[in-house]
């Protein structure tokens, strides 16, 4: 018998869930650090460089003391041998090493995704210490139109757009503008140089996205322009024939992209994704009396088949990737040319209790027609203890085929000879680390703490030297030892809504042999630390938002036989860098207010003989902490959203 009762018919129900501004999922058998647009906003945020300000697991470092260029550090090893991706296409790779952090505006991102040690085969076989991989905004979840204002007070001035257009429930698109330039000079430290480049930037983007029952396609066109132009006050490019020294930097970079993926009919569970990608890239840069000329041509394609084993424990990836890369590089008067193609094939095997116990298992082989078969094994393993902890295992093998003058543009900036090893071979090591993440509640908020460590053994590195001589930079490969041991803590406390406070420790132990001598790797602190504030009230009206790093002492390369005067301490400073930001919002927009480096941290004589550029002592690249002092900045954001769909009267 039923018992009939009345009830009442609802028109709909909205579930609206918040997104974790930084989160770690339980689940994936990956160890992978989400930040969202939130925790972006924390921060001016103008380009990918300035996106991990309050994240403790990739450090930002400055290169040198005229470019303004930044380099990412993980596990305390060189942005290099992280791997960059924005939805799973190559981002900054081969020529765009140095600079390719500055081409993507922090307003594109949708969320960041880092993973420490190796990642997957599917992803191909160069992430070493990491792989990073950015979410841009989606037509159909981005705005209709949006628009960021910012400036600072050394006349940095961005404007950003973008907005997207919603044709039908299949056909969407959106389009990206990206605006900076400096116009005013800027010299605190008074050495007579630009502590950071004059000039222009622009990046634009379009995408197109399909959305069909058994299909789908994304693709699109970006590309970026930049004129800076950095040296000793008052000089250009049209300067050569006067005696002051010049830094100066063009790039152009276009490249067009596609994303298919298809569902099969005869396989619920099968599968197949495309991923293409022509990309041309060109940089000219002069530093001083060096100049260097590269124009990178290439061309990516990956096709990756997805399916299921008698059951949805049983999962398996497997696919063919081709690669080709054409380098032509003009470094003063001599001519480089190389051209690499690289096929591959990797498969991928995932087994799933119940999502409590994930192991993933994989294997790549590629071959290099320069350097001959590369192989990839890596191995993942996730078990969850409790329901709120989860621990993770990585072991993996990482390749990566250097260019070395590419990846270490940024020492140019200084009159050292070059010595580069002819024979470069690829760098190759094992990465391997544990990973526990506890989450707690804490009245109705949920807490975490997470623990890490890494170890990678390189069996083949590409040493950049500069103890041998201060007037020399040795580039050459190594199958000497070198090796990273990464530790780091770190806590999420939040008390109450709204409110959140977060530390982390990290120790780097990361030793290379230069002359025979076992030491740690110059410019890599051992000991950092993080701690941040943020406090939203209950309207969501007000953010605030503080964080200061803590930087230890870092090896600095022997300058011993220099002249007294030209002389630097073996050992950096400690110091604390302290940013803090007010954001105000309202209805369709919200202005923000801050501060980058409150403390006025600036170094001292950060470039060596800068009363004689063109002596041979001349060097800008010992720098180990800000040279430019503290920055004051504003902005708004404003944004308008998609109509709201009507409902169905009746769900």
């Known amino acids: 018998e039923f018992d009939l009762k009345e009830g009442v018919v609802l028109n709909g129900v909205v579930v609206i869930a918040e997104d974790v501004n930084k989160n770690i999922n339980l689940i994936d058998p990956f160890n992978i650090e989400k930040i969202g647009s939130g925790e972006l906003r924390k921060a001016a945020c103008c380009n990918l460089s300035e996106s991990f300000e309050t994240n403790a697991s990739v450090d930002v470092n400055i290169t040198d003391a005229v470019s303004g260029a930044k380099k990412i550090q993980m ?12 939805e799973n296409i190559p981002l900054v790779r081969g020529l765009s090493t140095s600079y390719g952090l500055n081409f993507t505006p922090g307003t594109w991102i949708e969320s960041i995704q880092i993973t420490k040690g190796t990642g997957s085969v599917t992803n191909g076989y160069e992430s070493m210490a990491g792989m990073i991989n950015l979410e841009l905004i989606k037509p159909l979840e981005g705005p209709r139109f949006y628009l960021n204002l910012y400036g600072n007070k050394f006349s940095r001035m961005e404007a950003n757009f973008h907005g997207s257009q919603i044709f039908s429930k299949k056909w969407s ?23 950071m480049p004059v000039g222009f930037l622009g990046a634009f983007m379009h995408r197109w996205q399909f959305e069909g029952k058994k299909s789908e396609a994304k693709f699109g066109i970006k590309g970026t322009f930049a004129d800076k132009q950095g040296g ?17 930097q063009k790039t152009e970079h276009l490249e067009i992209f596609i994303k298919n993926g298809y569902f099969l009919k005869n396989r619920k569970q099968g599968s197949i994704g495309i991923i293409g990608q022509l990309k041309y890239h060109h940089m000219n840069n002069s530093f001083g009396l060096t100049t260097y000329d590269g124009i990178q041509r290439k061309g990516y394609f990956n096709v990756m088949y997805g399916d299921i084993i008698k059951d949805t424990r049983h999962n398996i990836k497997t696919g063919l990737s081709f690669i080709v ?36 298992s994989g294997i790549r082989g590629d071959y290099h027609n320069l350097y001959g078969p590369l192989f990839a094994p890596r191995m993942h393993a996730k078990w969850n203890i409790k329901k709120l902890s989860a621990i993770r295992l990585s072991a993996g093998r990482g390749l990566r085929v250097p260019n070395p003058y590419a990846d270490y543009l940024s020492n140019m900036a200084s009159n050292r000879i070059w010595v580069v090893d002819p024979n470069v071979q690829p760098e190759d090591c094992i990465s391997s680390g544990i990973t526990y993440v506890q989450k707690f509640a804490t009245w109705r908020e949920v807490s975490s703490i997470s623990v890490d460590y890494f170890y990678t053994h390189f069996f083949n590195a590409l040493l950049a030297d500069m103890d041998q001589s201060p007037n020399e930079l040795h580039l050459y490969s190594t199958n000497g ?33 230069f002359g025979g001598t076992l030491q740690q790797k110059a410019f890599v602190p051992r000991y950092r630390a993080l701690f941040n504030v943020g406090y939203t009230t209950r309207n969501k009206k007000w953010s605030f938002d503080a964080t200061g790093n803590f930087v230890g002492k870092k090896r600095l390369p022997s300058l011993d036989s220099n002249p007294t005067e030209h002389q630097r301490p073996l050992e950096s400073e400690t110091y604390w860098l302290v940013n803090s930001q007010i954001t105000y919002n309202f209805k369709r927009f919200s202005i923000y207010l801050g501060g980058e480096n409150l403390l006025n941290v600036i170094q001292s004589n950060a470039i060596i003989s800068a009363d004689d550029p063109f002596g041979s002592y001349f060097d800008a690249t010992q720098v180990w902490a800000p040279i430019s002092g503290f920055n004051i900045y504003g902005g708004l954001h404003f944004e308008i959203d998609q109509k709201a769909e009507k409902q169905p009267e009746n769900l």
């Open 75 to 86: 596990l305390g090893l060189d942005g290099v041998y992280t791997q960059l991706q924005w």
């Open 173 to 195: 698109t959106m389009s990206f503008l990206h605006l900076s330039h400096q116009q005013f000079e800027s010299d605190v430290n008074n050495d007579g140089f630009r502590d």
């Open 232 to 248: 000793q006050l008052g000089t250009t490019a049209s300067d050569a024939s006067t005696p002051a020294w010049f830094a100066g």
């Open 325 to 360: 890369d054409d380098y032509t590089q003009t470094y003063n008067d001599s001519t480089f040319l190389k051209t690499e193609i690289v096929p591959g094939a990797f498969f991928e095997y995932t087994y799933n209790q119940n999502d409590n116990f994930i192991l993933v």
């Open 481 to 513: 030892t070198m090796f990273s041991h990464a530790v780091q803590a770190e806590i999420s406390f939040k008390p109450t809504k709204g409110l959140e406070f977060r530390g982390a420790f990290k120790f780097y132990d990361v030793r290379a042999e």
